[in-house]
């Protein structure tokens, strides 16, 4: 998911004042002002380390990718039926995601860069409206509860729900970022599962949702 070896290398592209001398359709340009020329320039950065995503202390390998299991608990049909609907219902349960490298946090590799937590869900996994997660269960499943999921950084403020609708030009970020990446390679974000009586006619069964992460960088 999160594994990467490059090598560094920079492309500078410029324009300057020894173009004056160039002849274009037969014509030679004097030398110009300073103030009329201007230079871009392009960098990239390619790196030899391999970072890791941790999901709760259990970082994922070149040959596993971590699986994390929030269990939220067991609820009587009497219990959710008595709720208002998009009401939360018991406890949250939460996992911490971040980098690491060599088995220490962060991700040295990334310079000043950034990484983010795609959360690659097709539409059909969630709904629309509410940001609810559909149930995934096939046979057996419980109608009337589905789980929310919220996002928190480094620990401060509150815990807000992610919108399926908020979405970056790559995706849905677990930062919340609206236009790429947006975390440090130290930075961590605390992922909550929150179970909310839903629309549907309350029913005993099982409730199973899942969230596929994938790590970027900028």
Request: hydrophobic content about 40%.
């Given at each position: 998911?999160?594994?990467?070896k490059?090598?560094?290398?920079v492309?500078?592209?410029?324009?300057?004042a020894?173009?004056?001398g160039?002849?274009?359709?037969?014509?030679?340009?004097?030398?110009?002002?300073?103030?009329?020329?201007a230079?871009?320039?392009v960098?990239s950065?390619?790196?030899?380390?391999?970072?890791?995503?941790?999901?709760?202390?259990?970082?994922?390998?070149?040959?596993?990718?971590?699986?994390?299991?929030?269990?939220?608990?067991?609820f009587?049909?009497?219990?959710?039926?008595?709720?208002?609907?998009?009401?939360?219902i018991?406890?949250?349960v939460?996992?911490?995601?971040?980098l690491?490298?060599?088995?220490?946090?962060?991700?040295?590799?990334?310079?000043?860069?950034?990484?983010?937590?795609?959360?690659?869900?097709?539409?059909?996994?969630?709904n629309v409206?509410?940001?609810l997660?559909?149930?995934?269960?096939t046979t057996?499943?419980?109608?009337?509860?589905?789980a929310?999921?919220?996002?928190?950084?480094?620990?401060?403020?509150?815990p807000s729900?992610?919108?399926?609708?908020?979405?970056?030009?790559?995706?849905?970020?677990?930062?919340?970022?609206?236009?790429?990446?947006?975390?440090?390679?130290?930075?961590?974000?605390?992922?909550?599962?929150?179970?909310?009586?839903?629309?549907?006619?309350?029913?005993?069964?099982?409730?199973?949702?899942i969230?596929?992460?994938?790590?970027?960088?900028?």
């Amino acid at each position: 998911m999160s594994n990467f070896k490059f090598q560094k290398t920079v492309l500078a592209v410029s324009t300057t004042a020894a173009m004056a001398g160039m002849l274009v359709g037969g014509q030679a340009f004097a030398a110009l002002p300073t103030n009329e020329q201007a230079s871009i320039e392009v960098t990239s950065k390619i790196v030899t380390s391999t970072c890791a995503l941790d999901i709760g202390g259990t970082a994922s390998s070149t040959t596993a990718a971590v699986k994390k299991t929030l269990d939220l608990g067991t609820f009587s049909v009497a219990n959710v039926s008595s709720v208002a609907l998009l009401t939360e219902i018991g406890q949250g349960v939460s996992v911490v995601l971040s980098l690491k490298e060599g088995g220490a946090a962060g991700c040295t590799a990334i310079g000043d860069g950034k990484w983010d937590v795609l959360i690659d869900l097709p539409t059909t996994a969630y709904n629309v409206d509410t940001n609810l997660l559909n149930n995934t269960t096939t046979t057996g499943f419980s109608g009337g509860m589905s789980a929310v999921i919220k996002r928190q950084i480094n620990g401060t403020g509150t815990p807000s729900h992610i919108k399926f609708s908020e979405r970056s030009p790559i995706g849905v970020l677990a930062s919340g970022s609206l236009t790429g990446p947006n975390l440090k390679p130290t930075d961590k974000v605390t992922i909550t599962a929150q179970m909310v009586r839903g629309y549907n006619t309350t029913a005993p069964g099982i409730y199973t949702a899942i969230v596929p992460l994938t790590v970027v960088y900028k």
